[in-house]
Structure formats: C-alpha cells, structure tokens
C-alpha cells in the first residue's frame, strides 16, 4: 500500500486518472519514477503556460533565493512586490489603456473570486449576483455558489444563495438569455432582485470550452452599465496567454470593472491570485479582506520574470496564436478521419473536442495516457477532451502530442466499433 492509499483523502482527484508517481518535469514533459516520459497537455490545470520548470523563470527564483530574498511578507511592501506592480503596470496594463488597482488575496483563484463578489456587494450594498450556466469559480463557499456544477456544488454541505443563474450563450437552441436578463431587470414583478453584479469566464474552461462571442458580450456590458450592475471577469484560466492574448476579452470591446487572475499569473507553479479593480471601487478597510499568503514573494519573482520575458512585444502573443491555429487544423483533421463525430470547441490554446458521451471520452484520455499523453476532460459530464498544453511547447512536441490523441481516438472508436458488430 502506498502513502497515498494509507493517508491521502478520497477527495483526490488527478491522481486516479495519471496513476503513476511522478518525480521529474522539465517544459511540456512530466517523467514518472521508472523515467518514462509523458507529454502534458494537462499544464496544471491552466497553471504551467510557461511550462515546467522554465529556465529562465527558474533562474530568477534561485538568484532570489539564493541573495536571501524576503519569502513571506504578508501584505508588506518589498522590493520584490514592487517589481511586480511596475512590472505588470508598464508591459499589461498601459500597453492595453487600461487603469485598475491591484488587490494580493490568499493565493488561490477562487479566493480571488471571493474577494471579487464581495467588492461587488459592497460597493453597490446589493447581495445577488448573476452567474451562468457551466461556470467554474472555485469551491469555497462563495465561488462555489456561483459555480454551476453539480458535483462541486454537492460538497458544500449548506444551502447555496444569493446568486441568480443565467443560461450561458449558446447554452439551449433559440434561448436568447439576454434578452431574458434584460425583460426581467425592466420587470418588477420578475423576482429577481436586482444584481450587484455580473460573473463570468469569457471561455468557459472546466464548464467545457464554452466561448462568448464579441457580439454578446457587448449585449451583456450594454445591459449591466444601463442598470448600474457590475461586470467581473474571471480570467483565472483563460488569461496570462492563454486565449491567444493576455487577457481572454482583449480586442471584444468588453471592459469588466472587476478581473480575476491566478493559475498561471505566477508563470512557474507557485500560488498567487490577483483581483483587479477599476480605482473608484476600492473601497475597502485596511485588512478587510486578507490571507495570511498574500505576500507570495517568490511568486512576484518569477511572475515579474515571466512578464518581462514573454510580454516585452508582440512575438510570443504572435506564436500563442500561431499555434492555436494549427491546433485548430489539426482538432479538425481528427475530426474528419472519425467520421465527424466530435465538434471542436475553445479559442486560442484552450481547444478540445466534445464527443458524444463522458465516458468516450474518458477512455480516450486513458488510452492517450497509456501512449505517453496526459490529458483530461471537461464539460458538465466531462464530455469534451481538452488540450491544456503549455503555451512554449515546441511545434514538434505539439504534433507528437497531437498524434498521439489521434492514435487514441483511432483505437478507441475501434474497439467501440468491434463491440457493436
């Protein structure tokens, strides 16, 4: 019996779908302790954009590191905080014209959506917020009652309120949902009161690659600014690169007063979770909403060292979207030689395709696993095999990657196939 089976909880997860023991990672590669090696096309969950163990990301740390660098300061000004305030202010935000306050939560994302929703209901004194279907945000109690999930919902063990769901776009055929919103805002016998607020993923990763178009989008801020409702954008997966931009509403007109970032803001692993905020909505009290690790200093080491290596100009945004465009030739290829079974679905580097049933896909993941592909699912009944590759994979591991899935699937509908005849 493993450490794992003796002590570990049953609530692991990953685990029962990669069950080897890793103990090696270098760039879009895992190695598990025999040296067998695995491409990750699972990047720690949105985490790793950057790839294991980045050399240059990893240098910066051990300098830091190494000159006795402050580790945990809690909220307390550092250099190494400073950096990353200038740092993000000069490459992301004046490059973009954009103008927000920048508040350290606890060093989760869902923390940092915590924080969003309760900024939201105090600025406006309102409690509801409105959040679609399919929606992750975390599963502490707050985010998890704006996520849409049923399974994650089913934990929290208390009744779950004070949000108001709202069908995704594109959620059921011919439902317009904004349209829906709107009559019910202008209805005062409609029973919905009145939103503090308005959450949601612009590409909707763990829900199932779900993408709000331009179009929509600007309905939605349309609405919110004529009923004085705020808008939060939860970036936590689908930003730092990772829609093809840094942010995933970049070039949609789209303006949210508040934004999320984690997972991958820290460019090397280490938790680190950002709420941005237009400056005249920060009005809180000193110490009002704090985390004893919002002070992850080595976190804004390699975060400021990400930012300076990948977002000095346009090149590595440039080769994000380059090689989203070839994921999407080569998503559609698979496709077609299945018989145009799966619909491919995401943006940018967050692509997958949606088959018929959780369990193809599940098995298709195993399969890629036993190949040397790591690779999960996503979805409301984990419907859709998603590719969540690092964003400095080499064009050479991507097609391996690639070809490995389509092997994968290959050999999946084949045995499907032999059972049926």
Request: glycine fraction near 12%; include cysteine; hydrophobic fraction near 40%.
């Amino acid at each position: 019996m493993t450490p794992f089976d003796q002590l570990e909880s049953d609530v692991q997860s990953y685990a029962r779908s990669f069950p080897v023991m890793f103990g090696r990672a270098q760039g879009a590669c895992l190695f598990d302790q025999e040296g067998k090696r695995y491409l990750d096309f699972l990047a720690g969950a949105g985490t790793l954009n950057y790839g294991h163990n980045n050399p240059v990301l990893k240098e910066a740390l051990l300098e830091y590191i190494n000159n006795d660098g402050v580790a945990h300061g809690l909220d307390m000004h550092t250099e190494a905080k400073a950096q990353f305030l200038d740092t993000f202010q000069s490459l992301i935000l004046a490059p973009r014209e954009m103008n927000y306050k920048l508040q350290f939560t606890g060093p989760t994302g869902a923390n940092a959506v915590e924080a969003a929703m309760k900024l939201a209901r105090k600025v406006t004194g309102r409690s509801n917020i409105v959040a679609f279907t399919n929606g992750f945000h975390g599963c502490t109690l707050g985010a998890v009652a704006a996520t849409g999930n049923q399974h994650h919902r089913g934990g929290a063990g208390v009744g779950l309120g004070n949000i108001t769901r709202l069908p995704y776009e594109g959620y059921a055929e011919g439902v317009d949902s904004l349209a829906l919103f709107e009559t019910m805002l202008d209805d005062g016998s409609s029973g919905l009161d009145h939103p503090a607020a308005v959450l949601l993923e612009v590409i909707q990763g763990e829900g199932g690659l779900n993408c709000a178009t331009k179009t929509w989008l600007q309905r939605l801020q349309k609405i919110c600014r004529r009923h004085d409702i705020l808008l939060i954008a939860d970036d936590i997966q689908a930003g730092c690169g990772r829609s093809g931009h840094f942010f995933s509403f970049e070039n949609t007109g789209f303006e949210p007063d508040i934004i999320t970032l984690s997972k991958s803001l820290s460019g090397f692993g280490l938790p680190f979770a950002l709420v941005l905020m237009k400056p005249e909505l920060d009005c809180w009290k000193p110490g009002e909403h704090n985390g004893t690790f919002r002070g992850n200093n080595h976190a804004f080491v390699t975060a400021t060292a990400a930012l300076n290596h990948y977002w000095q100009d346009g090149a590595f945004q440039f080769e994000i979207q380059k090689k989203a465009k070839w994921l999407a030739q080569r998503l559609d290829s698979i496709n077609a030689s299945a018989g145009g079974i799966f619909t491919r679905k995401g943006r940018g580097m967050m692509q997958g395709l949606a088959s018929r049933s959780g369990d193809l896909a599940s098995k298709i993941c195993a399969e890629a696993f036993q190949r040397g592909l790591i690779i999960e699912t996503s979805g409301a009944d984990g419907e859709v095999i998603k590719c969540l590759c690092s964003l400095t994979i080499t064009q050479a591991e991507l097609e391996e990657g690639l070809n490995i899935l389509s092997q994968s699937v290959n050999a999946v509908l084949e045995q499907e196939n032999r059972k049926v005849s």
